[in-house]
């Protein structure tokens, strides 16, 4: 039997997902005005839907056990991408990726609190293992969001090559400034992502009963995948199209080993993980 949200859960998901839904709108509307900063009033609504994510995730923890099933761990990487997306937009510019998060966290947040719940509820946990966690789902959020970062550095490298500067090109800063941000953001994923690594390898025990052997290695392959892509780019510099590349890779393994047996287990087999 699936139990139902509480009502102030209810409403501060609802709150939170239109509150998303209305920063995203108002950005999209400021996009003609050629700013190279978020203005006030889109930065204020993006804040407030964060910090309404937030409350919303304390609310949702303290009426029940942590619950880590794919559509909570999915709440909580928009959760952190959100927070994330509002830091960096205070000196960068982040109009486009805040139009597509945005409404993206409104489906997971509704998601998280609505549907069935697919995880086990864990009653206690060691201080080490919520680090783990803490470090895994932050360093996900911002592998996520360099990948995104570099899929916008593809695209705008190979549009002014073309010449072309219409449409979502124009709104995109300088090509060394989205650069310089791709790369500050693999580090610091790659950073966040050793934490876990590291934090997992102690705190974690009986790795085979708890279905965890596939995702240390496709996460160790991914650690490493980005670690390559940090040295070559240190000591010789890289064609940006070429790391995009790899990181791709690396996040799709990643993402194998985020998220690949929650799926199969919690919603094809149905049994939580």
Avoid: C
């Avoid at 080490?128 to 490298?157: P, R």
């Amino acid at each position: 039997m699936t139990e139902s949200p509480s009502l102030l859960l209810a409403l501060t998901t609802l709150l939170t997902a239109l509150l998303y839904l209305l920063a995203a709108w108002r950005q999209v509307l400021q996009l003609d005005q050629h700013r190279h900063r978020l203005p006030r009033g889109i930065s204020g609504w993006g804040i407030a839907a964060v910090a309404a994510h937030l409350i919303t995730a304390i609310i949702a923890i303290s009426d029940s056990a942590i619950n880590l099933g794919i559509y909570r761990m999915t709440s909580f990487i928009f959760l952190s991408m959100g927070i994330l997306t509002v830091l960096i937009s205070m000196r960068r510019q982040l109009q486009i990726m805040s139009i597509v998060l945005f409404p993206l966290a409104a489906l997971s947040i509704l998601v998280a609190t609505f549907a069935p719940a697919t995880g086990r509820p864990l009653e206690s946990v060691h201080p080490g293992v919520q680090v783990h966690i803490v470090a895994s789902v932050v360093a996900y959020a911002v592998l996520t969001l360099g990948a995104f970062q570099g899929l916008l550095v593809s695209f705008q490298i190979r549009n002014l090559r073309q010449h072309k500067t219409r449409g979502v090109i124009r709104h995109l800063p300088a090509l060394d400034t989205m650069e310089r941000s791709f790369y500050e953001l693999i580090a610091a994923a790659t950073a966040l992502l050793l934490v876990a690594i590291i934090s997992g390898g102690i705190y974690i025990d009986d790795l085979f009963a708890q279905h965890l052997v596939h995702k240390t290695v496709l996460t160790l392959l991914g650690f490493i995948a980005l670690v390559v892509i940090l040295i070559i780019q240190w000591r010789q510099g890289w064609r940006v199209n070429s790391a995009v590349t790899l990181l791709v890779s690396a996040y799709v393994l990643i993402s194998l080993g985020f998220f690949g047996s929650k799926l199969v287990l919690e919603l094809i087999i149905n049994t939580p993980s």
